[in-house]
């Protein structure tokens, strides 16, 4: 009985000499949350920014207490936990692509980088604005512990709101208040020309309208700039350009792209945002051969006569037709001057051309163009056409045939007057 009670005292002799686990109680005043734009906060019109915000918790922990009896904390007042960061544009001429982001936990004394894309309104005014930042998260703001084994924790919601500041440069706009064109034909040159209005918030200095190719259009600048200097911000200029246009064009409207290049109040250049219009483009100048196909006979030199009728949508001028003999057929004088074609006029071309005798009874076709100048004096030749001419028998061979047949008539009469007679 003694042995047992000694044992028993011993055990709980032991119990009492075993140390205590210590536990850690922090006494805060919760997170602190700032925000800042990282990196520059001026923008453009028309930039397609990504704004970079820094988010800051600079929360700190006020008392620590270590000691035996305290359940450890699962989490630190000071940390702010699943933060969501939600940027808006507030008054600021621009629109916020990115959705709200998810942050996750931020220590005390940390910070994160969330980026949030933007687009700055094309027409923005210049000026300072600001965009709210709206955190929400949660944070323990108790702990009450029961016992020596269990604890309850308390967490606070927290939606605040942090103003950014950003900065709009002042740039110049360009508007394209009026557009004309003057001879622009498919296969043609001719003029563009633009009256343009600066309507924005800064004068440009040393300003040069340009002009560019869209993609594939068959509308080709010949010359792609025009010098302008100084372009007070609510002025108007007019611009005229030289510019081509493929003959695969067809009557419609291509586009174009118009910018220009200036100078701010910093003296920086700058380049404005590309404009892209529709240029109206008329059809193509085109020919066709009117009338009945020419008549010639084999072995015959003769002049044909080839009506040419033009119809396209513009005036061919100086016309000179051309005709290209090929066997059986030559010509000394295979050119024709035409003279200026309005759209719907005819004019017809006469060549003189020899057939030889031993072509084939039946209708030809030659190739025949017509080389022209444009309203600007530019050469051009149209597409081929086919002259027809049909080739009838030979006129020496006629009178051999209506010999023959003659004397075979009159050898015929003197057989039959003969055999009459040697009846009779």
Do not use: W
């Amino acid at each position: 009985m003694k042995l047992t009670c000694l044992a028993i005292l011993v055990i709980f002799i032991g119990l009492l000499m075993v140390p205590a686990n210590a536990g850690t109680k922090y006494m805060s005043g919760g997170p602190e949350m700032t925000a800042s734009i990282a990196g520059t906060n001026e923008f453009s019109p028309g930039d397609d920014a990504t704004i970079r915000i820094f988010i800051e918790n600079r929360g700190l922990i006020d008392i620590k207490f270590v000691q035996s009896g305290i359940v450890e904390r699962d989490d630190l007042p000071n940390t702010a936990k699943l933060v969501r960061a939600t940027l808006q544009p507030g008054t600021a001429p621009l629109t916020i692509k990115s959705d709200p982001q998810m942050v996750g936990d931020i220590s005390g004394g940390d910070r994160v980088l969330v980026p949030f894309t933007a687009k700055i309104d094309a027409n923005a005014a210049a000026g300072r604005y600001i965009l709210p930042l709206t955190l929400q998260y949660t944070y323990l703001r108790e702990a009450e512990q029961y016992g020596q084994d269990s604890i309850t924790y308390t967490y606070k919601e927290v939606n605040e709101t942090i103003d950014l500041p950003v900065t709009i440069r002042p740039e110049a706009f360009l508007i394209i208040e009026d557009l004309s064109t003057e001879h622009l034909n498919a296969g043609n040159e001719g003029y563009l020309t633009l009256r343009i209005h600066n309507s924005g918030f800064v004068d440009a200095a040393s300003a040069v309208l340009k002009i560019a190719r869209n993609g594939n259009s068959p509308v080709i600048p010949t010359e792609s700039s025009v010098y302008i200097g100084e372009f007070p911000a609510n002025g108007t200029v007019e611009t005229r350009f030289k510019v081509s246009v493929s003959r695969e064009a067809g009557e419609q409207k291509y586009p174009l792209d118009v910018f220009f290049i200036y100078k701010d109040q910093s003296g920086d250049t700058v380049t404005s945002d590309i404009l892209t219009v529709g240029i109206p483009v008329q059809g193509k100048i085109e020919f066709m051969v009117t009338g009945n196909p020419a008549s010639l006979q084999a072995g015959e030199k003769g002049v044909i006569e080839v009506e040419y009728q033009n119809t396209g949508a513009a005036t061919a001028y100086s016309a000179q037709a051309r005709i290209s003999a090929v066997d059986p057929f030559t010509s000394k004088d295979d050119t024709a001057f035409l003279g200026d074609l309005q759209p719907g006029q005819t004019a017809v071309a006469r060549y003189e051309v020899s057939v030889d005798e031993s072509a084939t009874i039946k209708e030809y076709g030659l190739d025949s163009e017509i080389r022209y100048r444009d309203a600007l004096g530019n050469s051009q030749i149209s597409d081929s056409m086919k002259v027809k001419i049909t080739i009838g028998e030979s006129s020496i061979l006629i009178p051999v045939i209506a010999g023959v047949l003659l004397l075979l008539g009159a050898s015929g009469a003197a057989y039959y007057f003969i055999r009459k007679k040697k009846k009779s």
